[in-house]
Each structure stands twice: as structure tokens, then as C-alpha cells.
């Protein structure tokens, strides 16, 4: 069965601060996608990384997924209020998304 | 509208009594999925249909659960005898694109349902 863990399952940060979320597997994924999830919607896509070492940029939001394509990380820079919400990644199992644990992220003012 | 429809939005119900929930993929998309979300947690895959093909009913957790996608359209997923554990958001969501080796989909979201078992 394949898993992915994120860490941490909750942040809570001033605007402003600079933040890093992890995915982790022991498996290996053909590619890796991130979403974003606000309260009483659905997940929206942010990035699909392909490539093991990929670096994605977008705006403030940095997507790395690891060379062994097992594990994946997302790095915001100055975070917004606007960030807030419930960060997901997912990982391309066969015919399915596998998706992660979650981590839910706070941003104050 | 040009997205993934559900209904009902919220649905409050009594322990063993049967619900149905309802998803309007997006037209065209040929996958769709189902995903319960317990509160605050991650995505736990239900079920996934693609065209014509027997639907992956590898997520269902018991034989009280069941759903059906007429053609690529109109997907229900049945919920019998309801528990209490059964509360949650029902997510569904659609995809354009059949799975394939080394290829990826982006997956569109319904608003979900949240259901309530009392």
C-alpha cells in the first residue's frame, strides 16, 4: 500500500514568515501534485512535479519533489493570510491519486 | 456552470437510514472519482470510474457503500444503513484524461457533501 505522510499535520504562523511543509513516501511516484483546499470547497491543483530533483516556482510558493521522486516539499516564502488552508500532496499511483495526510496551515495577521 | 457539481451540499440524516449522494462531472471527463474526508483529515479514495471500464471499488470500506456512473456522466454513491462513523465530507472529482503509464491527471474537485449520521 502506498502512503504518503506530510509533516506537520498544523502550523500556525504571523504573516509574514517563512514556512516549509514535507511529503514523504517509501514509495516512488511517477509524479507528484500539490493541492490546496479551503474551507467547504474542494482540493485545487497547484503544481504537478515530474522529474526527481524538479524545482517548481510559483509566485511565493516553491515545489521541490526529491530526486528519488519518494518525497516532496513546499516552501512558502512571506506567507499571506491569503495562504490559509489545507495543503495536500498527492502522489500518482496506478489508475489513482494517492493522496497525503493533509497539513493545515494557519496565517494571522 | 463549467465545474464539478454536487448535492446536496449538506445532508443530516439518522442512523440507519440509506442516503444518496449525487455528482455532476465535468462534461467530457472521462474519470471520476469519490473521496471521503473525516474532519480536518486528509483524502480516503473511495471508488474511481473510467469510460466503460469495471470501476476500481478497491476503497469502499464495507458492502454498505455502492455507486454507479451511467456512460461518462452522473455518479451516485449509496450509503446503507448509516453509521455514525459514516460522517463526513463526500468528495467527488473528475478528470479528463484516462490513466495511462508515466502520465499524471489533474483532478477537479466538487464542492463535496457533508453528511451527518445522528
Known amino acids: 500500500t502506498q502512503l504518503l505522510e506530510q509533516s506537520p499535520q498544523f502550523l500556525s504562523i504571523q504573516e509574514g514568515e517563512n514556512l516549509t511543509v514535507y511529503c514523504n513516501s517509501s514509495?516512488?511516484?511517477?509524479?507528484l501534485q500539490w493541492y490546496r483546499q479551503e474551507p467547504g470547497e474542494g482540493p485545487v491543483l497547484l503544481v504537478t512535479?515530474?522529474?526527481?530533483?524538479e524545482v517548481k516556482k510559483l509566485k511565493r510558493l516553491t515545489f521541490q519533489f526529491g530526486d528519488a521522486r519518494k518525497d516532496s516539499s513546499l516552501h512558502i516564502t512571506a506567507a499571506q493570510t491569503g495562504d490559509t488552508g489545507l495543503y495536500l500532496c498527492?502522489?500518482?499511483?496506478?489508475?489513482?491519486?494517492?493522496f497525503g495526510t493533509g497539513t493545515r496551515l494557519l496565517v494571522s495577521p | 456552470g463549467a465545474g464539478v457539481s454536487q448535492s446536496p451540499s449538506n445532508k443530516v440524516t439518522e442512523k440507519g437510514k440509506d442516503v444518496e449522494l449525487r455528482c455532476d462531472p465535468i462534461s467530457g471527463h472521462t474519470a471520476l472519482y469519490w473521496y471521503r474526508q473525516r474532519l480536518g483529515q486528509g483524502l480516503e479514495f473511495l471508488i474511481y470510474?473510467?469510460?466503460?471500464?469495471?470501476?476500481?471499488k478497491s476503497g469502499l470500506p464495507s458492502d454498505r457503500f455502492s455507486a454507479e456512473r451511467t456512460g461518462e456522466s452522473v455518479s451516485t454513491l449509496t450509503i446503507q444503513r448509516t453509521q455514525q462513523e459514516d460522517s463526513a465530507v463526500y468528495l467527488c472529482?473528475?478528470?479528463?484524461?484516462?490513466?495511462?503509464?508515466?502520465?499524471?491527471?489533474?483532478?477537479?474537485f466538487g464542492p463535496g457533501t457533508r453528511l451527518t449520521v445522528l
Open positions: 498527492a502522489g500518482q499511483g496506478f489508475q489513482k491519486l494517492v
Open positions: 512535479v515530474v522529474t526527481g530533483g
Open positions: 472529482a473528475s478528470s479528463n484524461r484516462a490513466w495511462s503509464s508515466g502520465s499524471y491527471n489533474e483532478q477537479f
Open positions: 514509495s516512488v511516484f511517477s509524479s
Open positions: 470510474f473510467q469510460g466503460n471500464s469495471a470501476p476500481d
